[in-house]
């Protein structure tokens, strides 16, 4: 009888050990996913956020956050969506902020908290190279491409060219609007300015950009409504190193001077 008793006292011990050692494990899963941020990002749109030749997510806004994240205390998580439901996945909190060439627009205030502006950007009008198209009137009669969901649609529709084009493409990605450019099945593209800045570094002899852009606009990071204390202390990490000169080191690494704004 005392051995069998023995034997439950041990068996007991041994459970309540593998208990706590999974309730330990369990905490420490739990407090490794509040220590790290899910940031939403569309990776394809250089030089913000993109996968390179190794297929690894690089771009300024990838290292920016990175910066912001060391300064908190925590951890980033990039995670690649469909930015026609990038309000979606934040609010139902599948992903924690939107920071990839997020450009900051009322509609959009009404549904996402921003950080102060980071970055100034325009909507503007790519053309292939050798075509005659030189002017925004030039594209009445056209077939004009853009990503859709996003703030190049926003530009065109407000400007007064839009009801004279022949028709309006809309893509998942700026690199499939580009590759149609260059394949003719479009006469233009409307797209980021930074975008394609960095596009005409690899391909300059493809595109060429008009010089009336379609409207001015900034870039700020989305955080999901009533999360105010994610807001506060993510921005006084970017203020931080914005202050500190990382942000100038990550700006000028990308575009070759410093763009940040302060």
Known sequence: MKRLITILVVMAAAFSLLMGCSNTAAKDKEQAKEDTLVIGIDDKFAPMGFRDEKNEIVGFDIDYAKAAA???????????????????????????????????????????????????????VVTKADSNITK??????????LQSFSSAADA?????????????????????????LKSGRLDAVVIDEIVINYYMT?????????????????????????????????????????????????????????????
């Not at 990039?78 to 902020?97: A, M, N, V």
């Not at 925004?136 to 491409?145: P, R, S, T, Y």
């Not at 931080?240 to 690494?253: Q, V, Y």
């Open 156 to 180: 065109l529709n407000a400007s007064p060219i839009k009801p004279k084009l022949k028709e309006v493409t809309e893509f998942a990605d700026n690199v499939l609007a580009l590759n149609d």
């Open 136 to 145: 925004l009137a030039d594209l009445e009669g056209k077939v004009v491409g």
């Open 70 to 124: 060391k300064k908190m205390g925590t951890t980033v998580k990039f995670q690649p969506i469909d930015w026609k439901t990038k309000e979606s996945e934040l609010s139902s909190g599948r992903i924690d902020l939107i920071w990839n060439g997020y450009t900051i627009t009322d509609e959009r205030k009404e549904k996402v908290l921003f950080t102060k502006p980071y970055l100034k950007n325009a909507q503007v």
């Open 202 to 262: 690899k391909e300059k002899e493809s595109f060429k950009v008009l010089d009336e852009s379609l409207a001015p606009e900034e870039y700020g990071i989305g955080v999901k409504k009533g999360n105010e204390e994610l807001l506060d202390k993510l921005q006084k990490a970017l203020d931080e190193i914005n202050e500190d000169g990382t942000a100038a080191e990550i700006s000028t690494k990308w575009f070759g001077e410093d763009k940040v704004l302060k």
